[in-house]
Nanobody
Framework: QVQLVESGGGLVQTGGSLRLSCAAS????????MGWFRQAPGKERELVAA???????YYADSVKGRFTISRDNAKNTVYLQMNSLKPEDTAIYYC???????????????????WGQGTQVTVSS
């Protein structure tokens, strides 16, 4: 079992940047496909970005060109660099993990087994 702890959220103005981090416990981080999701008030949780064990990435259309997901297996950490932030990016951001033998990107919520507690991102206009 893996435990996930997100950090790096906060309040930022429109056009600003934030970098979220998700630290995972355990020695087998490299065996996990990772994802970042977000949930705004009154809305369903949605995928923002995902990264496979091999480093392949996927982005939601709403964040393409602005957000970058990356992973550092030596540090058991996945990152989400968020640039050109907009008010509509305001949400709680969650890190998720799924152990898999395949080098695939997972894009749906129900495919992930482990979740962090979330970190709040607020973008002011």
């Amino acid at each position: 079992q893996v435990q996930l702890v997100e950090s790096g959220g906060g309040l930022v103005q429109t056009g600003g940047s934030l970098r979220l981090s998700c630290a995972a416990s355990g020695p087998t981080f490299s065996f996990y496909t990772m994802g970042w999701f977000r949930q705004a008030p009154g809305k369903e949780r949605e995928l923002v970005a995902a990264i496979s064990r091999g480093g392949s990435t996927y982005y939601a259309d709403s964040v393409k060109g602005r957000f970058t997901i990356s992973r550092d297996n030596a540090k058991n950490t996945v990152y989400l660099q968020m640039n050109s932030l907009k008010p509509e990016d305001t949400a709680i951001y969650y890190c998720a993990a799924k152990a898999t033998s395949r080098f695939v990107v997972l894009t749906t919520l129900r495919e992930y087994d482990y979740w962090g507690q979330g970190t709040q991102v607020t973008v002011s206009s």
